[in-house]
């Protein structure tokens, strides 16, 4: 069997692989994936490593099969144990949604008390600004109404398998605020929204080419900033470098809602300013964790 029949069987195999994350990154890239579901004599996890697991679900909502990404922090059978949905960007997926250093700054102060223990679980949710911007392609109903059993069946989320959180980053922040209101609207508020950079724009002109909403009245109607009233009273922390492209947006939110944490700093769209806030991030989710777990 030829060395690229190895490969590509192997990356089928990666559909439920759960791998072990021992470096100082929260993403692993196609390559490490690949040596680990090939390398037979991987050592066990140890206590102080995360484990990623990889897994493909059928979404009725999306009609179609997605990844799924869990990161734990530490290789303990999950009972209940507490999830922080993780949305990723636009052009981006479940894979890709962890911003470097998450998984590594997850274990590090969940072990050291700092923070209670808790999970991020990632879905592919496409390009729609986590709306049904596609008829029949509903990533916030997903979200919503599949997540919950998904959870609960692995033993995750509270017990019903509803999670405590959600965090995103640029049109997956915009998403989580989506999430946020949601909830509330259905009368079981999530207890913290972590909203990094996101994807809040005060042009139609500039939104209409992301092509994710039919016209102005469906954004106006979606968008947080023109919403804000209906997130309810759920804990919000934003984060936006100064140098970002959506920090009006940022700094129209937090005069309109005013959040627990509103941090802006020095830094543009992408993984250097993510990873710098990632500790204040879990500091902020970790605050939020629900104390019966």
């Known amino acids: 069997m030829s060395r690229r029949s190895l490969l590509i069987a192997g990356t089928a195999g990666l559909a439920t692989t759960g791998v072990v994350l021992g470096t100082a990154t929260g993403t692993l890239p196609v390559a490490n994936l690949l040596d680990h579901a090939l390398d037979v004599s991987t050592p066990p996890v140890g206590p102080n490593e995360v484990v990623i697991k990889y897994e493909r679900v059928h979404s009725q909502r999306r009609k179609r099969d997605v990844d799924m990404v869990t990161i734990l922090p530490n290789r303990a059978r999950p009972e209940q144990l507490p999830v922080c949905l993780l949305l990723h960007g636009l052009r981006g997926n479940a894979r890709r949604a962890a911003p470097t250093g998450l998984a590594r700054k997850l274990i590090d102060l969940s072990a050291a008390g700092a923070i209670p223990p808790f999970a991020f679980v990632a879905l592919d949710g ?137 941090y802006t700093g020095p830094g543009g769209h992408g993984d250097p300013f993510y990873r710098r806030i990632v500790p204040d991030v879990l500091t902020f989710l970790g605050k939020h964790v629900p104390q019966n777990h």
């Open 126 to 262: 496409g390009d729609n600004y986590w709306h049904e911007n596609q008829r029949g392609d509903n990533s916030m109903a997903m979200l919503l109404d599949e997540v919950p059993q998904w959870m609960r069946s692995r033993g995750l989320g509270d017990a019903d398998g509803v999670p405590f959180a959600c965090a995103g980053i640029s049109m997956g922040g915009f998403g989580a605020l989506l999430y946020a209101r949601r909830r509330n609207e259905r009368g079981n508020p999530a207890q913290a929204i972590a909203a990094i950079s996101p994807g809040l724009l005060t042009s139609w002109r500039e939104m209409s080419t992301r092509r994710a909403f039919k016209d102005t009245v469906e954004w106006a109607s979606l968008d947080p900033l023109r919403n804000v009233d209906k997130l309810g009273s759920v804990p919000v922390g934003i984060w936006c470098g100064t140098e970002d492209h959506f920090i009006e947006g940022t700094r129209k939110f937090i005069k309109l809602a005013k959040p627990q944490v509103a």
